[in-house]
């Protein structure tokens, strides 16, 4: 069994862009992200040039995001088409995912402390929402190497990874209405007014994390498939 | 027709199983209100009423989660679970049927400690009481099935309380939103919806958690 599923992963289907391509397109994304949040843009009235973490905090935020969704559909593919590959897709989007999930907390955390004068804030809903879901997928990695590798860890990951799907909009609902009746809602902010070059610089920081998140998930995901072809090796040769 | 019958059996056994034993629920029992004697001395003497409210939901989790900890427990020494799962039946039914006899338990060590609640702490409102029943559903059905997952690897006992408790959350904000504010209507409302969502995706892949 074990030889047929490592087999599976040699196979794979190759990919459209190239690495090297991604890893490129990153890079200069990244950096026309970074020109343009802390040259081009104006500085924020209200207040003033700590309000440029925004670009990054709110582009990471919605980058986990796309990672947990990711790793949940193929979460799902695993379970409907019974695809090896696709339960290690899955692992390591929402390891991505979680990286990105710690770099919204600590982005999070550096904008209260200089707006407010406070490291943590329970009245943030997107600080509290990914703490919550820090823990949780935190578990998921205790629960997937708890577990032998084989179909029964395959499955408990996706289960549990389409849990996380189903938690983030019903945590959401849950933290938005803790705030009306355990916390006093100290703190309202206005929404910041898009236009001109703050939507621009914001729209390709946005992209470039997308990218970036890619770039990181393949390359992660080619690795692990290194590692499962050189296992494969060893057991050949052995 | 025969799935209700399956799950009424399989929740007899465990019910049936309990009573000649006695292991979950009186360690439940005595668990809950030994908590009950903690906070009370957590608690200053001047802290409000809503306090104790807080930590009523407090106790509901860790109780649940020491009852959901054993759920599976004769399954797995008794090898039974093979058995079930070659049993010409849905294998959701044993989900359900696991999570009766478990809210069975939860409810049964609940209709003790609400009252001492409100003898050591202050009288509880209906829609508390509601809301303690709201939540028992999401907690049965969510801790049952991660019970089964968590029985099933090495760190097992370890393992189930990080599982659950990130999922609990919702279930805690939405029961002490119950209990402290005049107009519950939002937050029971929030926790039937919580029911509903996660026990519909416990049913449709319960299946996959015990077999390969």
Not at chain 1, 126 to 155: C, H, I, T, W
Not at chain 2, 66 to 75: C, I, M, S, W
């Amino acid at each position: 069994m074990s030889r047929e599923r490592a087999e599976f992963a040699d196979v794979g289907r190759t990919y459209r862009i190239p690495l090297s391509t991604l890893a490129a397109a990153s890079a200069g994304l990244v950096t026309l992200a970074l020109v343009l949040v802390f040259f081009v843009a104006p500085n924020d009235a209200d207040q003033g040039f700590s309000q440029r973490i925004f670009y990054f905090h709110v582009s990471i935020a919605i980058t986990a995001y796309a990672c947990f969704g990711l790793g949940a559909w193929k979460a799902l593919m695993h379970l409907w088409k019974r695809d090896p590959r696709a339960d290690l897709e899955s692992y390591v989007a929402i390891h991505q995912g979680v990286i990105f999930g710690i770099l919204v907390l600590v982005t999070g955390s550096i904008w209260a402390k200089i707006s407010w004068g406070h490291w943590w804030l329970w009245s943030e809903d997107q600080l509290v929402l990914f703490l919550v879901l820090f823990l949780f997928y935190a578990a998921y990695f205790m629960l997937r190497f708890s577990v032998d590798p084989g179909p029964q860890r395959e499955n408990f990951s996706a289960v549990y990874a389409l849990f996380g799907v189903v938690l983030i909009p019903v945590s959401f609902m849950a933290i938005r209405l803790a705030k009306q009746a355990i916390h006093p809602v100290v703190f309202t902010r206005h929404g910041p007014n898009f236009g001109g070059w703050i939507l621009v610089a914001y729209i390709v920081s946005q992209v470039a994390l997308l990218v970036l998140a890619y770039t990181l998930y393949r390359v992660e995901l080619a690795g692990k498939l290194v590692d499962a072809r050189l296992r494969r090796l060893r057991e050949v040769t052995a | 027709m025969t799935y209700f019958r399956d799950v009424g059996a399989l929740a007899r056994k465990d019910l049936l199983l309990e009573l000649r034993a006695r292991d979950t629920l009186p360690a439940m029992l005595l668990f809950v209100v030994a908590t009950f004697v903690v906070f009370h001395f957590a608690l200053p003497a001047s802290s409000s009423e809503l306090a104790a409210s807080g930590l009523l939901w407090v106790a509901i989790v860790f109780t649940a989660l020491l009852g959901l900890g054993r759920a599976f427990v004769p399954e797995r020494e008794q090898r039974m679970l093979d058995g079930l799962v070659l049993a010409p039946c849905d294998r959701s039914a044993i989900w359900l049927g696991k999570g009766i006899a478990t809210l069975a338990f939860l409810a049964a060590a609940e209709v003790v400690a609400l009252p001492v609640f409100a003898l050591f702490f202050h009288s509880l409102s209906a829609a508390t009481i509601a809301a303690v029943v709201l939540a028992d559903l999401g907690i049965c059905a969510v801790g049952t099935f991660l019970g089964a997952m968590a029985v099933a690897t090495r760190a097992r006992d370890l393992l189930l309380p990080l599982l659950f408790l990130p999922l609990a959350i919702p279930i805690v904000i939405g029961g002490v939103g119950a209990s402290i504010v005049d107009a519950p209507g939002r937050y029971l409302g929030f926790l039937a919806l919580y029911d509903a969502l996660f026990a519909l995706v416990c049913w449709a892949t319960f299946e996959y958690v015990v077999t390969e």
